[in-house]
């Protein structure tokens, strides 16, 4: 029937002229925003497959639907894959999203009006780490810590000081703009003293800990949620991981029929492609150079003069302060994505900037080492920065600094 086979060019050419300028945008730009990476032509296979089609309320063997026999395949694929990449006993991969991994983490381990103490989204945490705008800060009674003002890094003991005083039931550990490790067995000690649960969200950092470039959360947390889009290259999505039976069934029913109805089987198989791509022991070497990458261009960056929060970064983003050039965050996005560079404003610790304004600008290497690229563009990708930080407003600087990004990307082909 002539309804199956035709293209979408022929039967939506709007949507199709959109999707090919994405790709060209995606080809053509350097892509700095620290949580996108390009995903290999296999997940987006397994992506777009036919498995879109399928209704499958429950979990495998258990469903409210007939026929699903192969997307129980899929989704059991996909768990085993997860469960040995970060060696948990238990996951989920229903979760459409990492903030819905984390809304179901939060009903699996405290009740509504629960005080729960989370990090300062200007700080580095997340939406969905207690601000009053998201469900997490209006569902939940939220005290948030926030990094040293001296070192912008967590000070651990002005942690448990906040956590001693406030007694919450539950601590969140985990970041989207925070450059530096984590302790997590010190959050594990905090928790214990006071008797609340440690939830932990490596959405950034999944790719790190997976690989053994960053300590596992897992030994310590009661659960660990993420995101399958970032560093682990997969397809948008969420996770929960646990080493606890009771609580794994608890997640379960907080999904579905908790938060979620039919899950997206289409992005479960690609997720269970992209976890199989991550056991590959090419996905360590990948890694390795994202957070080398990331290294070399915020040690270009600093011999530049370009400040960068904390002086440096432990994993693939950093945060540049640009007030100390008298400039916006806002100023520099637009900027930036005029000389072909992709990257987002981002508040800063202690930033007086609104955060559609935000002092900061936040840069990761996920999707350029993915490209291929390695030490010598960070050094080419340091200067177009600091130039363009130097030309916000000289158009025709911007234009040829495009130039010069567009022949670097042309060396790095993606997709056809
Ligand atoms: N996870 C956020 C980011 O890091 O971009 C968006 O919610």
């Not at 309804?3 to 949507?15: A, G, Q, T, V, Y």
């Not at 997640?251 to 199989?276: T, Y």
């Not at 840069?363 to 363009?388: L, Q």
Request: proline share 3%; hydrophobic share 40%; charged share 25%.
């Amino acid at each position: 029937m002539e309804f199956f086979e035709r293209k979408l060019k022929d039967s939506d050419s709007e949507i199709w002229a959109a999707i090919e300028k994405e790709k060209e945008r995606q080809n053509k730009n350097l892509e700095l925003i620290a949580s996108e990476n390009n995903v290999s032509m296999a997940v987006l296979e397994a992506d777009g497959s036919v498995l879109t089609n399928k209704y499958a309320e429950g979990y495998s063997g258990k469903r409210y639907y007939g026929g699903c026999e192969y997307v129980d395949v899929a989704e059991t694929l996909a768990i085993e894959r997860i469960k040995k990449l970060f060696n948990a006993k238990f996951a989920n991969v229903q979760a459409h999203s990492g903030s819905q991994a984390n809304m179901a983490a939060f009903m699996t381990l405290v009740n509504v009006g629960d005080k729960v103490m989370g990090m300062d989204l200007s700080h580095g945490g997340h939406l969905t780490h207690g601000h009053p705008l998201n469900f997490s800060g209006s569902l939940y009674n939220i005290v948030s810590y926030q990094v040293s003002p001296k070192t912008y890094q967590i000070d651990y003991d002005e942690l448990r000081e906040i956590a001693v005083r406030e007694k919450p039931r539950m601590i969140i550990a985990g970041a989207s703009a925070y450059p530096r490790f984590i302790d997590f067995a010190k959050f594990r000690q905090i928790c214990d003293e006071i008797g609340a649960s440690l939830m932990v969200d490596i959405a950034h950092i999944g790719g790190q800990v997976a690989t053994g470039l960053h300590p596992s959360p897992l030994p310590f947390a009661d659960i660990v949620t993420g995101t399958t889009h970032k560093t682990l290259r997969g397809p948008r999505g969420g996770y929960l991981l646990t080493n606890n039976e009771e609580i794994a069934k608890k997640i379960n029913k907080d999904i579905f029929p908790g938060i979620q109805g039919g899950p997206l089987m289409h992005i479960i198989a690609a997720k269970a492609v992209a976890f199989g791509e991550c056991l590959k022991s090419e996905y360590k070497t990948y890694m390795q150079n994202v957070n080398e990458n990331a290294k070399a261009l915020a040690e270009e960056l600093v011999k530049k003069g370009v400040c960068i929060v904390s002086g440096g970064t432990d994993n693939h983003l950093m945060l540049l302060d640009v007030s100390k050039n008298n400039l916006t965050g806002k100023a520099v996005e637009v900027a930036l994505d005029k000389a072909g560079i992709s990257a987002n404003k981002n508040t800063i610790p202690f930033d007086t900037q609104k955060p559609m304004v935000a002092s900061g600008i936040r840069i990761g290497t996920p999707s350029v080492t993915t490209r291929g690229m390695g030490k010598g563009e960070m050094k080419m990708i340091a200067d177009f920065i600091k130039r363009v930080i130097d030309n916000v407003d000289n158009e025709s600087a911007l234009v040829s600094i495009r130039d010069e990004v567009y022949s670097l990307t042309a060396k790095f082909p993606m997709y056809k």
